[in-house]
């Protein structure tokens, strides 16, 4: 059983920034990618970024290459999102998500960023 628990999230008026956390727990993520994603009403769930277990490997949506960054801290089995130059498009209740044979959810944060 995973358990993954997303925080950060909030309102930020465009132009500014939010960090999302995603704590994970009761199995490591050893070994697995990790990823946070985006679903803004009425519109389907998109990758936002991706990261491999070394963290070596990380994939970007393009719509967020150069303001968002992915990183993770393997012994505090967490998972972070660093967004900067947010704006109103990027409004949606984020994901976090560990890529394993099946892939594990978390409930999810809202950020808004108002215009």
């Known amino acids: 059983q995973v358990t993954l628990v997303e925080s950060g999230g909030g309102l930020v008026q465009a132009g500014g920034s939010l960090r999302l956390s995603c704590q994970a727990s009761?199995?490591?993520?050893?070994?697995?990618?990790m990823g946070w994603f985006r679903q803004a009403p009425g519109k389907e769930r998109e990758s936002v970024a991706t990261?491999?277990?070394?963290?070596?490997?990380?994939y970007y949506a393009d719509v967020v290459k150069g303001r968002f960054t992915i990183s993770r801290d393997n012994a505090k089995n967490t998972v972070y999102l660093q967004m900067n130059s947010l704006k109103p498009e990027d409004t949606a209740v984020y994901y976090c998500?560990?890529?394993?044979?099946?892939?594990?959810w978390g409930r999810g944060t809202q950020v808004t960023v108002s215009s």
């Open positions: 990261i491999s277990w070394s963290a070596g490997t990380t």
């Open positions: 998500a560990l890529l394993a044979v099946r892939t594990y």
């Open positions: 009761g199995r490591t993520f050893v070994g697995h990618s």
